[in-house]
């Protein structure tokens, strides 16, 4: 597995020249301690972690690329965030989109200048609306493909600071109880 490690080094390389560290398909599990050594001296403003196996994120991420305004973690095995993430202080875009969410992370609405969450193709069934109106920055939130209950649907779609993308579903027979 030294081709892992080794493409893993030369993408922290090339981010510290181009403040953007690409670790999309490096079959991760995580994000490796060597990384965080690595790219100590660089400041990050973006990270790719897309296409990996990661199932979650440390909340040393949060500190150690604390100046990062965009952070992919689509295609992954992640079910949650820490907390930590709110620690994000420039972070505008974030993209969970393809993992294994069943609610959209409460930390999305807590992270100060997140401008845009992507969390399609996900199994969430649970968003909380108020909080989500009341994000101090979220302008543009994806949560198609999920199977979010409609009247959650509903109340997103009434929504008027944010624009809300959701995959409106017909519902299942047994769903109608209206007979």
């Known amino acids: 597995m030294a081709g892992g490690v080794t493409k893993v080094i030369l993408r922290c390389e090339e981010a510290q020249e181009t403040s953007t560290l690409d670790l999309s398909e490096c079959q991760l599990m995580q ?21 990996n196996v990661i199932t979650k994120i440390p909340p040393k991420f949060a500190t150690k690329f604390s100046l990062i305004t965009e952070l992919n973690l689509s295609n ?6 820490p907390d930590e993430l709110a620690d994000l202080a420039e972070l505008e875009k974030l993209d969970i989109s393809h993992n294994a ?16 969450l992507n969390a399609s193709h996900n199994h969430i069934i649970e968003v909380d609306v108020d909080r989500l109106k009341n994000s101090p920055a979220l302008q543009s939130v994806d949560v198609r493909e999920n199977p979010v209950p409609n009247q959650i649907v509903q109340a997103l779609q009434k929504l008027t600071s944010i624009r809300v993308l959701v995959t409106v579903r017909e519902p299942e027979e047994w769903e109608d109880l209206t007979i």
């Not at 965080?36 to 400041?43: D, G, I, P, Q, V």
């Not at 409460?106 to 845009?116: C, E, M, Q, S």
């Open 31 to 51: 994000v490796p301690d060597a990384v965080y050594h690595l790219m100590r001296h660089t400041e990050l403003k973006a990270c790719n972690l897309s296409s």
């Open 76 to 81: 992954n095995q992640m079910s949650k965030l």
């Open 101 to 116: 969410f069943i609610n959209l992370p409460l930390v999305a609405y807590r992270i100060p200048k997140l401008t845009t």
